[in-house]
Each structure stands twice: as structure tokens, then as C-alpha cells.
């Protein structure tokens, strides 16, 4: 079973900064892409910024610029994300996904996708 944690978190004021990490764990063949979603009180999950295998990223047009999505060189199971210049409105739940190949072993093995539990950002107006 795979698993992802996130942590860094936190209350900031206005313009500052934040990082937020996840590591997976678990039985892990690959990760296609790894990234960052968050949901607001009363508003759906929204994608933040994905960093694919090859390094190809994407981000939601409120956060360019502001934010930026990075993996571990030396951990392939870690993504980050830093978060400048924080807004009131980027105050949400921030989770962690990725696309992992997990199974019984490489060639009994297939994707799925995987969230971590979540993690605080707040940003007082």
C-alpha cells in the first residue's frame, strides 16, 4: 500500500512564504506525475501544480508565477511546493497526489492514484 505524507503547513501573513513537502512510501515501481491539489471551504478540489516524470510541469493560472513545483534529485518519491507572495484567496487544504506503479511486484503492477491526508495553509486577510 502506498502511502503519501505531507507536511509544511502553516498560518503566514500575507506575501509571505511557504513550502510544502510530500514523500510516498510504500511498494513503488514509478511515479508518472506528482503534485498538488487543494480544496477551499465550499469550493471543489482544484489542481495547484503537477511535475511529470520528465520533469514537464503544470500549474493553475492564480498560482503562476507565485508557486512552483519541484521534485527531490535525490528522492524520486518527494515533491515539493513553494508557495511565495500568499494571497487570502490561497487559503485551502493542500493535498498531495501522485500516479504511482505499485503492485505485487513490476510485472504484476499498475497505476493508481494516491492522495495524502492534507495539510493547512492559511493566509489571514
Known amino acids: 500500500q502506498v502511502q503519501l505524507v505531507e507536511s509544511g503547513g502553516g498560518l503566514v501573513q500575507a506575501g509571505g512564504s511557504l513550502r510544502l513537502s510530500c514523500l510516498a512510501s510504500?511498494?513503488?515501481?514509478?511515479?508518472?506525475?506528482k503534485g498538488w491539489y487543494r480544496q477551499a471551504p465550499g469550493k471543489e478540489r482544484e489542481l495547484v501544480a503537477m511535475i511529470s516524470s520528465t520533469g514537464d510541469t503544470n500549474y493553475a493560472d492564480s498560482v503562476k508565477g507565485r508557486f512552483t513545483v519541484s521534485g527531490d534529485p535525490n528522492a524520486k518519491n518527494r515533491v515539493f511546493l513553494q508557495m511565495n507572495s500568499l494571497k487570502p484567496e490561497d487559503t485551502a487544504v493542500y493535498y498531495c497526489h501522485a500516479e504511482v506503479l505499485t503492485g505485487v511486484d513490476v510485472f504484476d503492477s499498475r497505476y493508481e492514484d494516491v492522495w495524502g491526508q492534507g495539510t493547512q495553509v492559511t493566509v489571514p486577510s
Open positions: 510504500g511498494t513503488i515501481f514509478g511515479i508518472n506525475q
